[in-house]
C-alpha cells in the first residue's frame, strides 16, 4: 500500500491509492498506527515541529541597568525604587496588552447619529479609556505638579511615562498636550484653575486630557503666517472660533488650547506673530455634542494609528481668551518645551524597549549551531544600539532634571540657559535615534521583524512620527540657532563651561583617558567654530544649523556619559559605553566645515545637485 500525505492549510489529509483501498481494505485507524511509527519532521504537523519562542517582556525596571543606577545616584529614595518596581509589574502584566488592542482596534468616525443627526463622535476602543483611567490613577501627569520630590518631581514623573510609553498604544501623545496645557495655564497665572485641576488630577472620573490645535494647511511650525483661524468677541466676554485645524492629534480630548486672530469691528485683523492670541475651549458641550466643531475626517497615518488626528471645522466654536491679547506664540513657548521633552521621552523608551525584547530574543535564537549571543557580530550590533540608547537616555535625564529645578526655582542661571538650548538638541537628535535604533532591532529578530502580528514594525512606524511631531529636525536646528542669537551666545557659554567642568572628575580615571581626550579636542574645536561665526558670509550658519544641533548632542551626551562613569558606584561597563560613544565623530559641524560644505557656492552647487535632470 502507498500512502501520500499532503498539505492543506494547517490540515493533513492522508490518501491511499485508490487500489489499495479496494484491494486491502485498509481502516483509516491503521494508517494512523502506522503514521504513528514514522520518523519524518511532518508526519503530525503540516508546518513541522520545531516552533520559535517570542522575545519575552518582563518587568522593564528590573531590566534597566542604567535607570536604576541614575536613581540610585541621583534619587535614592526607596519609595521611588518600590513604586517604578511596581509600575513595572503593571505595565507587563496590563498595559502592553491594552496598548496592543489600540493598534489593531484604531479610532473610527461616526459623522451621523441612527436618526440622520450630525453628531462627529470619535469612536475608540475601550483599551484606549483604560488607558486614560490608568493614567490618571497613576498620576502621570499628577506627579509633575504634586511635586512631591521637590526639584526632582519631574525625574520621577518621566521615569514613569519611560516605562509606560513602549507599552501604551501612544496614549503618551494626549499626555503631552495634556501637560502642556497644564503647564501654560499654570506660567499664566491659573487664569483657569478649574481646567488645570481637571488635567492634573488622579480621580479617573474628573480627569480632563487637553488637545493642542496649531496646525493649519499652510504648516505647522510658521505659526505666525500660517494661522487663519479668527475670533469674534461676544457681547458675554467670550469668543466664537471660525477656522480650519488640518492636524489635530488626539481629537477625543475634553478641552484644546488654539491660536486665533481676533477681530475688530470692522472684520480686519493683525497680520504675523503679533496677531495671535491663546484660546482655551471644550471640545464637548454638555449634551454629548461638539461645540461648534465638524469633523472633516480622521487622518489616515503612516504610524501612531492609535491616536485619533483629524481634520477640524471650527464653525463657531465657543472659546475663552487664555493669553493676553496678541500674546499667544509667547504663552505657548512652555507647552513646547514640556511637549519636546515628552517627545525625547518616547523616543529613548522605543529604543530601551527594542534593545530589550532583542538582547532577550538573542538568549533563545538559535542559528548556525549556536544562539545569537554566541554570535560576535551580532552582539557587537546590539552593543552599538545600547550604546546609543544609553547616552540617549542620560540626555533624556539631564533635560528632565534641568525642568525640575526650574519649576522649583531652583535652577542657575546656567541651568535655565542649558534648558533652553539642549530642549530642542535633545528633541531633534533622539528622534532620529530612535528611527536607526528601531530598525536595527527589527533586523534583529530577521523576518520575523518585518511581520505585523508579531507587534514589532509598528514600533518602527510609530518612532517616524518622533522627528516630525513639534518641529522637524530642520526646523529645530533653527531654533537652536535662534536661542544662540537671542541670548548673545549666552547659552553656548553655558555649555561650554558645564561640559568642562563634568569633565574634570574624570581625571582622575585613567581608563576614561582615551574618552577624555576626544572630548576636550571636540570641544575646543566647537569653540573656535563658534568664535568664527559672526564673520562668516550671510546664510553660512543655517547651512551649518543641522551639524551645529548634532554636535552639541554627541558632546553632550559624551560629557554625561563620562560624568556617569566617573561615578564611585559606576561599573566597568559604564566606562566601556563612555569610550565606546566618544570613539565615533563627535563635532560634524567641524569636520564637514573643514570640507567646504557650508562655503557659499555649497548652496548653488546643492540646488544642482538635487534638481539635475528635473525640467521646471
Request: proline share 3%; hydrophobic share 40%.
Amino acid at each position: 500500500m502507498a500512502v501520500r500525505v499532503c498539505r492543506r492549510g494547517n490540515r493533513v489529509a492522508l490518501h491511499m491509492l485508490s487500489r489499495s483501498v479496494s484491494h486491502n481494505s485498509v481502516s483509516v485507524e491503521t494508517l494512523s498506527e502506522l503514521d504513528s511509527h514514522t520518523h519524518t519532521p511532518f508526519s503530525r504537523s503540516a508546518i513541522g515541529t520545531f516552533f520559535q519562542e517570542r522575545p519575552l517582556l518582563t518587568n522593564p525596571f528590573t531590566q534597566d541597568a542604567l535607570l536604576r543606577a541614575y536613581l540610585q545616584r541621583h534619587l535614592p529614595v526607596r519609595e521611588v525604587c518600590d513604586e517604578l518596581l511596581r509600575f513595572g509589574e503593571r505595565v507587563v502584566c496590563e498595559v502592553e496588552a491594552l496598548g496592543r488592542r489600540c493598534e489593531l482596534h484604531p479610532p473610527a468616525l461616526q459623522r451621523y447619529d441612527p436618526w440622520g443627526r450630525r453628531r462627529d463622535r470619535i469612536l475608540t476602543c475601550d483599551a484606549w479609556a483604560q488607558l486614560r483611567r490608568i493614567s490618571a490613577h497613576e498620576g502621570l501627569v499628577a506627579a509633575g505638579y504634586e511635586r512631591s520630590y521637590g526639584e526632582w518631581s519631574r525625574v520621577y514623573q518621566m521615569s514613569k511615562m519611560y516605562l509606560f510609553a513602549p507599552s501604551a498604544g501612544l496614549y503618551t501623545c494626549p499626555l503631552a498636550m495634556t501637560d502642556g496645557a497644564a503647564k501654560v495655564i499654570e506660567t499664566l497665572g491659573m487664569p483657569a484653575r478649574k481646567a488645570f485641576e481637571r488635567l492634573t488630577t488622579r480621580d479617573d472620573k474628573r480627569f480632563w486630557t487637553s488637545g493642542q490645535w496649531m496646525t493649519e494647511r499652510r504648516g505647522g511650525s510658521d505659526v505666525s503666517s500660517g494661522t487663519e483661524t479668527v475670533a469674534k468677541q461676544q457681547q458675554d466676554g467670550w469668543f466664537k472660533l471660525h477656522g480650519f485645524k488640518w492636524f489635530t492629534s488626539a481629537t477625543d480630548a475634553d478641552m484644546t488650547l488654539t491660536l486665533a486672530r481676533i477681530t475688530d469691528e470692522h472684520g480686519r485683523t493683525t497680520p504675523g506673530s503679533r496677531g495671535l492670541s491663546l484660546f482655551l475651549a471644550k471640545v464637548w458641550d454638555s449634551d454629548g455634542s461638539s461645540n461648534g466643531i465638524e469633523v472633516q475626517r480622521l487622518k489616515d497615518k503612516l504610524g501612531t494609528r492609535q491616536v485619533p488626528t483629524a481634520e477640524l471645522l471650527l464653525d463657531g466654536m465657543n472659546a475663552r481668551l487664555l493669553s493676553e491679547e496678541g500674546r499667544g506664540v509667547a504663552s505657548i513657548a512652555n507647552m513646547l518645551t514640556i511637549t519636546r521633552i515628552y517627545n525625547t521621552v518616547c523616543a529613548v523608551a522605543a529604543m530601551r524597549r527594542i534593545v530589550h525584547l532583542s538582547r532577550e530574543y538573542a538568549c533563545k535564537r538559535s542559528v548556525f549551531g549556536k544562539l545569537l549571543k554566541d554570535h560576535a557580530l551580532h552582539v557587537q550590533t546590539l552593543s552599538r544600539m545600547e550604546v546609543e540608547t544609553r547616552a540617549a537616555f542620560l540626555l533624556m535625564m539631564e533635560v528632565c532634571r534641568l525642568l525640575g529645578r526650574e519649576e522649583n526655582r531652583s535652577a542657575s542661571e546656567r541651568e535655565t540657559l542649558l534648558l533652553r538650548l539642549m530642549t530642542p538638541v535633545a528633541k531633534l537628535y533622539t528622534a532620529k535615534q530612535a528611527v536607526s535604533v528601531v530598525s536595527e532591532g527589527l533586523e534583529s529578530f530577521g523576518g520575523q521583524g518585518y511581520i505585523e502580528d508579531t507587534g514589532l514594525p509598528s514600533m518602527l512606524r510609530d518612532a517616524q512620527v518622533l522627528s516630525i511631531w513639534e518641529g522637524t529636525t530642520n526646523v529645530l536646528s533653527l531654533d537652536v540657532l535662534r536661542s544662540i542669537a537671542k541670548s548673545s551666545g549666552s547659552v553656548l557659554q553655558a555649555f561650554f563651561r558645564d561640559v568642562e567642568e563634568r569633565l574634570l572628575p574624570a581625571e582622575a580615571c585613567p581608563a576614561l583617558r582615551p574618552a577624555l581626550a576626544s572630548l576636550r579636542a571636540s570641544l575646543s574645536a566647537l569653540m573656535r567654530f563658534c568664535e568664527k561665526a559672526e564673520s562668516r558670509p550671510a546664510g553660512a550658519m543655517e547651512l551649518a544649523a543641522r551639524d551645529l544641533a548634532y554636535s552639541l548632542a554627541r558632546v553632550y551626551m559624551g560629557a554625561l556619559l563620562v560624568d556617569h562613569a566617573s561615578w564611585e558606584h559606576a561599573t566597568h561597563t559604564d566606562v566601556y559605553t563612555a569610550l565606546r560613544w566618544c570613539d565615533q565623530d563627535l563635532c560634524p559641524v567641524v569636520s564637514r566645515d573643514a570640507a567646504g560644505c557650508f562655503d557659499p557656492q555649497t548652496t548653488a552647487m546643492d540646488s544642482a545637485l538635487v534638481y539635475d535632470g528635473l525640467k521646471l
